[in-house]
């Protein structure tokens, strides 16, 4: 006889220990944010952490050719396991919730599980991929792109960080080079817990997001090529400078965004001059562009007239310039039927809830192109995120846990009685 004990409640002071305890890894001084970039010291003492906790579980833990990690806690059957999981990297700038939630709330659902001797009739996968944030090497969402097989591994490993390593160098120098077979079996279904990093559950006073999909991403890096020169004896006329360049596209793209009007977005995030002094006229400017809108037409509108504006200012200033595409995903539109159990979950077990896009990439949008998928949004507190002042209320989180619990329950076919 199979279940789905609808009294099962998290342990929010055990949940908010472990992510306390992850937050430590690689800490922000002065701060309650921690960075941890993809590949770095700092994100292996936090995998080992993670790992740790799994193997205390009494996971079966797998590692992967990219080093994605999965935690499965084996069910009545052996098919095909209902996943869920994110991220344990962060920017440099990282708070505490942002993809550690996700992984830490698996976890603490796999505890309940024990803790009441149940065993769910599908095998339940806890997974943190690496490098979703592609702050370090770019695109994001590597780790679940290859996962998925979006990407092969090889050619993964051959991508070069902003520091001038490489994936697979790093992946093995910190020990996390595994032999799990990719692109990986898929899921029977994959639900991620996220923090909304975002202002509008806040803003409307809702507990949950029963999130819809995400919208499309596109990430450029631009290389501006001009003349350096004596600051003080170099004509305004005669300058061939990078820099003005990189600054009216920064404003450009700013304007283009204001006027398309939300849910479009813009950002300069990366800038490097060279060779970056007071008193030279730059030789070189390189940056980013980050783009992005839930209409994929409309955001190919956007690159566009980005671009040509971009070639205009660099032909005036008799610079050269070269663009490489660093991220570019269409936007995802996740499982109707996933969407509406979590609408139902967070209904019945007493939280406001309401559908929502996500603003942001998830290696959910991922999984989505191999299994039924979607995600659970908690509220950011102010809407921010990418920031060491991140913070979602403790209430907030174990209501998302809870949620998160029965939704992969509902998906998972139940439990039995089967102490194991
Ligand atoms: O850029 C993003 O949306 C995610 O944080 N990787
Ligand atoms: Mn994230
Ligand atoms: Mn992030």
Do not use: K
């Not at 595994?178 to 806040?202: C, I, K, R, S």
């Not at 070269?322 to 499982?335: H, N, Q, Y």
């Not at 979950?345 to 896009?357: C, E, F």
């Amino acid at each position: 006889m199979t279940s789905t004990p609808a009294e099962l409640r998290v342990n929010a002071a055990r949940l908010a220990a472990r992510i306390d305890a992850l937050a430590e890894v690689g800490a922000i001084d002065g701060t309650r944010g921690c960075a941890r970039l993809a590949l770095s010291d700092e994100d292996r003492a936090g995998r080992d952490l993670v790992v740790a906790w799994m193997r205390d579980l009494g996971l079966a833990v797998s590692i992967d050719g990219i080093g994605n990690v999965v935690g499965t806690l084996a069910g009545a059957t052996n098919e095909p396991p209902v996943m869920t999981g994110s991220h344990i990297d962060t920017v440099r700038t990282g708070g505490r919730y942002d993809g550690n939630l996700g992984v830490l709330a698996g976890l603490e659902i796999i505890e309940v599980l024990n803790e009441a001797n149940l065993t769910p009739q599908r095998p339940i996968a806890v997974a943190f991929f690496t490098n979703e944030e592609g702050a370090r090497y770019s695109p994001d969402m590597l780790g679940s792109l290859v996962y998925v097989g979006g990407m092969g591994v090889e050619q993964a490993h051959a991508i070069a960080g902003i520091d001038d390593t490489t994936v697979g160098t790093e992946l093995a120098r910190i020990g996390y080079l595994g032999t799990a077979p990719l692109p990986a079996a898929a899921p029977h279904a994959f639900v991620e817990l996220h923090v909304e990093q975002g202002p509008v559950l806040e803003a409307e006073q809702q507990t949950i997001g029963a999130v819809t999909g995400v919208q499309g991403i596109s990430w450029t890096e631009v290389t501006v090529v001009g003349q350096s020169n004596h600051a003080g004896t170099t004509p305004m006329g005669l300058r061939r400078d990078p820099g003005l360049v990189a600054f009216r596209t920064g404003a450009f793209i700013r304007d283009l965004a204001e006027e398309i009007g939300a849910p479009q977005v813009a950002t300069m995030g990366r800038i490097e001059l060279h060779p970056n002094l007071v008193n030279v006229v730059p030789a070189q400017a390189t940056f980013t562009i980050d783009l992005r809108h839930t209409n994929d037409e409309v955001l190919r509108d956007a690159e566009q007239r980005t671009l040509a504006f971009l070639e205009a200012t660099a032909e005036r200033e008799q610079c050269s310039v070269t663009t490489r595409t660093l991220a570019r995903f269409e936007p995802v539109i996740f499982d109707d039927d996933v969407i509406s159990l979590v609408e139902r979950t967070a209904d019945t077990l007493g939280h406001s809830v309401r559908r929502m896009p996500s603003g942001a990439g998830h290696d959910a949008q991922m999984l989505a192109r191999v299994c039924p998928t979607g995600m659970v949004f908690v509220p950011s507190v102010n809407g921010i995120s990418h920031n060491p002042t991140e913070h979602t209320d403790d209430a907030d989180l174990e209501a998302g846990a809870n949620v998160l619990m029965q939704v992969l329950l509902e998906l998972a076919g139940g439990t039995t009685e089967a102490p194991r």
